[in-house]
T-cell receptor
Framework: GEDVEQSLFLSVREGDSSVINCTYT??????LYWYKQEPGAGLQLLTY?????DMKQDQRLTVLLNKKDKHLSLRIADTQTGDSAIYFC?????????????FGQGTTLQVKP | DGGITQSPKYLFRKEGQNVTLSCEQN?????MYWYRQDPGQGLRLIYY???????QKGDIAEGYSVSREKKESFPLTVTSAQKNPTAFYLC?????????????FGPGTRLTVT
């Protein structure tokens, strides 16, 4: 079945780059997403990438997609303390065509001053 | 201001009681979703609705029920049959469920059942 895996925790120093990784299983996924969740809040859509793209850049965020290895990464440049949150990777259930998203477990990013 | 609202933010219930969580959107989105989030886990889909008066079970629908009588509203009832109802519940919507998969989330309701 469809599955999305992420490492659970990442700690970086303020000003460094952060790289959050994700692997997925559904090769027919059309879109892949990154969401951010701050404590006690809902999820905020950060960015997404279409499956025929390799890279997408949006200000401090860079998304890399390796479709062959089914690997997605989110790089945050110049990480700030305000970036501390849980980051979720999600894939669209391409084969099911229902709009369902399959989420990873989330990576907690801790930014130390 | 367009968005998704969920109320209340915190909800406390005694075991054996049904409870209904509210979700409203004014984004004119066709599709709406309910997810459950437990600590250290990703989001799990409870129910979703692609259009008014229609809804489908997600991966963990047992013990839950929904209705979609209006486009802007998708309430979730947690019944007494749900064995472990304490969790953070998130509602989301998207423009449609086929062309656009971007889902926008509400702020969530934290339900505690004792």
């Amino acid at each position: 079945g469809e599955d999305v895996e992420q490492s659970l925790f990442l700690s970086v120093r303020e000003g460094d780059s952060s790289v959050i990784n994700c692997t997925y299983t559904d090769s027919s996924s059309t879109y892949l997403y990154w969401y951010k969740q701050e404590p006690g809040a809902g999820l905020q859509l950060l960015t997404y990438i279409f499956s025929n793209m390799d890279m997408k850049q949006d200000q401090r965020l860079t998304v890399l997609l390796n479709k062959k290895d089914k690997h997605l990464s989110l790089r945050i440049a110049d990480t700030q303390t305000g970036d501390s949150a849980i980051y979720f990777c999600a894939e669209s259930g391409g084969s099911s065509n229902t709009g369902k998203l399959i989420f990873g477990q989330g990576t907690t990013l801790q930014v130390k001053p | 201001d367009g968005g998704i609202t969920q109320s209340p933010k915190y909800l406390f219930r005694k075991e054996g009681q049904n409870v209904t969580l509210s979700c409203e959107q004014n984004l004119n989105h066709d599709a709406m979703y309910w997810y459950r989030q437990d600590p250290g886990q990703g989001l799990r889909l409870i129910y979703y609705s692609q259009i008014v008066n229609d809804f489908q079970k997600g991966d963990i629908a047992e013990g839950y029920s929904v209705s979609r009588e209006k486009k802007e509203s998708f309430p979730l009832t947690v019944t007494s049959a749900q064995k472990n109802p304490t969790a953070f519940y998130l509602c989301a919507s998207s423009r449609d469920s086929i062309i656009s998969y971007e889902q926008y989330f509400g702020p969530g309701t934290r339900l505690t059942v004792t």
